[in-house]
Structures are given as C-alpha cells and as structure tokens.
C-alpha cells in the first residue's frame, strides 16, 4: 500500500511537470472561464445560477478527454511499459496512478472555479456543497474512465486528437451548459445523452444528484473499465 501511495504522490509531481496536463486542466479551463464567464452573465444574467457548473463540466471534460490520454499514451504506447514488465509492476499501476493524479488536478481546478465565480461574475455557490462534490466526484470519475479508454485504445499521439475532439465537442456542445437542450432537435439532443457531460450536467443542477441521474453514468464507468482491463491485458500479452 505504502509503494502504491508513494507511485501516486510520484505521478502527481510528473504531472505538474506535464505541460499537456497544465494546459488542459489549469490553463485552457481557467482562462475559457475568465473570458466567457463575464460574457455569458451579460448575455444571460439567468447564467449566474448555473455558471460554475457549467465551467467546470467544460474543465472536467477538457482535463479527461484532452489532456489525459496523452499521458497515456505517452506511457503504455513507447518503452515505458516495457519497464512495468521488466520489472514486476503490474500495467494497471501506472493508469491507476495517474487516474488519481489527474482526479487530484481536476478536483482543484474545479474549486478554483467555485471559489473565484461569485467574487468575479456574481454567480451563485451550489445550494447543497456536499452532494455537488459528490456529483462532481462521480463526473470526474466518469469522465477519466472514458478518457482511459481513448488513451489505451488510440495507441498514435498523431490521431489522438481527432478522437478526442469526436468526444470533447459533443460533450460540450450538447450537454446544455452552453445553451438550453431544449433548442436541441430531438436527435441531437438524444445523442447528447450518450456522452458523460449531459449526466454530469442533470447530477450537479439543480439537487441532480439522484439514482435516475446515476444509473448510467455507473454503468458507462463499468464498461470503460472493463475495456481499459482487456485492453491492459492485451499489452501484456504484446
């Protein structure tokens, strides 16, 4: 337990060295807030109320789509992996351990969000802090899955970002925190659904955080998780 403990506290000093972690889960998120927040509260004051869910779901999702499978990649797709292998550690150690880190990094910049939107733009705290950072938790957790999977799957850094813009776009854009899904024609407005933002949306607005707004983010955790253990397995095997 001590050597996994002491593999995380490593991976989270690696990351902070990372500039595509610095950059997808503290810069990008924080400086699109900045710009947009005030924007969006002038356009909509009715922005106010949902604003830091919203900065923070578009965050969240840049951390674990953008930023995240890099690190991946970087790991299990070059000679990294064959120093696991060379030296007992089991593949899983370096996901698990970076899954953390970025949860730990994505934690933050979200609190940042929270603690910085009512002093900069007025917008409002969430009613219920702790079931939001229980809903926040479950998203982030999500998100990162599917990220695991991208980053294990996608083994090319030169067509990562292609598929991870095929899931951050539509993440963002039809999840409703950039407009009403209700202006959604009703196909797109389906589709949205598939991806996580939607549901992390519908868990953090509005006391969401309920089992009808649960069941399918755990089940998409599930199986994220399950492909990300046959996918290890098969660089085991490689």
Known sequence: MSAFLYGVALQWKLDIRSKSLLISCYLV???????????????????????????TIMGVS????????VSLVETYGSDVKNVYKVNGVPLFFGLISMFLSTFIHLL???????LAAPAAFG???????PLYFAALAVFTAVSLGVGSLLGLAVKSQ????????LIFLPSIMLSGIMFPRDLLPEILAFIG?????TWGSQLMLNDGFRLQNL???????????????????????E
């Open 108 to 114: 933050l910049m979200s609190v940042i969000i929270l």
């Open 215 to 237: 069941w399918y983010p755990l089940l998409l955790f599930i199986v994220s998780s399950t492909g990300c253990a046959l996918l290890l397995s098969k660089l085991k095997k």
């Open 62 to 69: 840049m951390g674990a789509f953008i930023g995240f499978p």
């Open 123 to 129: 917008a409002s705290l969430p009613q219920n802090l």
């Open 158 to 165: 030169a067509k990562l970002p292609l598929f991870a813009q």
């Open 193 to 197: 659904k598939v991806f996580p933002a």
């Open 29 to 55: 998120p924080l400086i699109f807030f900045a710009l947009m927040g005030g924007i969006f509260t002038s356009v909509n004051p009715e922005m106010k109320d949902t604003l830091i869910q919203s900065m």
